[in-house]
C-alpha cells in the first residue's frame, strides 16, 4: 500500500533541502491551510442528499515558492500554496471543485533543447529543438519509434547529460549552468531513475540495492535501512529485503529498481521502458504501481514502447526524428 503524500509530507520532503525554501514558514503555513481546508471540505462533504455532487478530496498542500510561480495557479492562504487535486492528477482528471486555479511552476522546462553527438567526422542530431513542461502531479508517457530520441530525452531530464543546446530547468533550475557536483546533488535529491534493465547491484541484497542512493546522501546507516525497509514495504517486497537480484522475478527486480527510485522521495519520477524486460502480466503489475504512485501524487515520466501503456497516461509525447510531433491526452496517441 502507498502511503499518499499531502501537506505536511510533501513539505517533508521539499523543505528541507534549500531547493524549495524554508521549512519553518511552510510548516506554519501548511497547519493554517491544512485547518482551513478540513473546514472546506468537511462542508461540502457533509451527508446529504447531493453530497455525492459535492465531493472533493482535500488538495494537495505545496510549500514551495520554485513550484508557485507559473503554469496552473495555485490558491495562496497564509503564504502556502494549495493545488487543486484536479491539477496534481494531471490534465484528464479535472474534476473542477475547486473554484479559483492559480499557476504552479513546471517541474520541468525544455525549451528549444537539442543534443548532438559526435560520431567521427559526423553530427548525429539525436534531438532537434525539443520543448515542453511537466507540471507537478503530471503522469507523462513519452513514446516514439526506435533512435526519435527518448532516452537521449530522458538522460537530458535526468541531469545524466546536457544538452548541447537550449534551455533545461528542473524545478526553475537551469542546469546548464551548474557544475557536475551541482548536477549530481540535483539528482541525487530530486530524482529517481528506473531503467529498463534494472540496474541493480547483483552481489548486493534487495535493501542494500534500495538505501544506495542515501549512501550518496550522507543518511546515517539507520535511517537508510528503516528508508529502504519502507521503500521495499510500499511496493509489496516487504518479504524480500534479504532476497540478491538474482533470487528475484524479473518483476521482483523492477520493483526493487522502482524502490530505489522512490527511497529518497524524489521530485520526479523517470522511468526509460520500465517494463521492456517483462512478461505480459509482470508488465501490468508494474504499470498498476506506476498509476498508484501517480495516483499518491507523484510526477511521473515514462518511456514507453507499447501504445497500449502511453493510451492509459493522462499525457503522451510522442518524439519522431528528434522533434516533438505531438503532445496530447494518452488515450489519443497513435500506434505508429
Ligand atoms: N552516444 C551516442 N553517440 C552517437 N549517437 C548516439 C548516441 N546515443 C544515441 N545516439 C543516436 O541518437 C539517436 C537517438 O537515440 P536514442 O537512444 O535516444 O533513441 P531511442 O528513441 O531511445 O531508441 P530506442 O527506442 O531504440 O531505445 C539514435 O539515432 C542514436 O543512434
Ligand atoms: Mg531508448
Not at 18 to 40: D, P, Q
Not at 115 to 124: P, W
Request: with cysteine.
Amino acid at each position: 500500500m502507498i502511503r499518499p503524500f499531502r501537506g505536511a509530507a510533501f513539505i517533508e520532503r521539499v523543505g528541507n533541502d534549500g531547493f524549495e525554501g524554508s521549512r519553518a514558514a511552510a510548516e506554519v503555513a501548511a497547519r493554517s491551510l491544512r485547518a482551513r481546508l478540513r473546514g472546506v471540505w468537511r462542508r461540502r462533504n457533509k451527508p446529504g442528499p447531493l453530497a455525492h455532487q459535492s465531493r472533493v478530496t482535500p488538495p494537495v498542500v505545496v510549500a514551495s515558492p520554485l513550484l508557485a510561480e507559473s503554469g496552473p495557479r495555485p490558491i495562496a492562504l497564509d503564504g502556502g500554496v494549495c493545488y487543486p487535486q484536479a491539477q496534481r492528477m494531471g490534465p484528464q482528471r479535472n474534476s473542477g471543485s475547486i473554484d479559483a486555479i492559480a499557476p504552479a511552476k513546471p517541474i520541468i522546462e525544455v525549451v528549444d533543447v537539442h543534443r548532438e553527438y559526435r560520431m567521427g567526422g559526423q553530427m548525429v542530431a539525436a534531438l532537434r529543438g525539443v520543448s515542453f513542461r511537466v507540471m507537478p502531479g503530471e503522469f507523462v508517457a513519452i513514446v516514439g519509434k526506435s533512435g526519435s530520441g527518448k532516452t537521449t530525452l530522458m538522460n537530458l531530464l535526468g541531469c545524466l547529460d546536457r544538452p548541447t543546446r537550449g534551455v533545461y530547468r528542473l524545478g526553475g533550475n537551469d542546469v546548464q549552468g551548474l557544475s557536475d557536483d551541482a548536477l549530481s546533488g540535483l539528482r541525487n535529491r530530486h530524482i529517481g531513475f528506473v531503467f529498463q534493465s534494472f540496474q541493480l547491484l547483483e552481489r548486493s541484497t534487495a535493501l542494500k540495492n534500495v538505501a544506495l542512493p542515501l549512501v550518496y546522501r550522507g543518511e546515517p546507516s539507520v535511517r537508510r535501512r528503516t528508508l529502504a525497509v519502507e521503500a521495499l514495504g510500499r511496493v509489496g517486497l516487504a518479504h524480500r529485503v534479504g532476497h540478491r537480484p538474482n533470487q528475484m522475478s524479473g518483476g521482483e527486480r523492477q520493483r526493487v529498481a522502482i524502490a530505489r527510485a522512490l527511497v529518497g522521495s524524489p521530485t520526479l519520477l523517470l522511468a526509460d521502458e520500465p517494463t521492456g524486460n517483462l512478461d505480459s502480466a509482470t508488465e501490468r503489475e508494474t504499470m498498476a504501481l506506476f498509476y498508484e504512485l501517480h495516483a499518491a501524487g507523484n510526477t511521473i515520466v515514462l518511456v514507453t514502447h507499447e501504445p497500449s501503456i502511453a493510451q492509459q497516461c493522462p499525457r503522451a509525447i510522442r518524439l519522431a526524428d528528434g522533434c516533438v510531433v505531438s503532445d496530447g491526452p494518452g488515450r489519443e496517441v497513435g500506434v505508429s
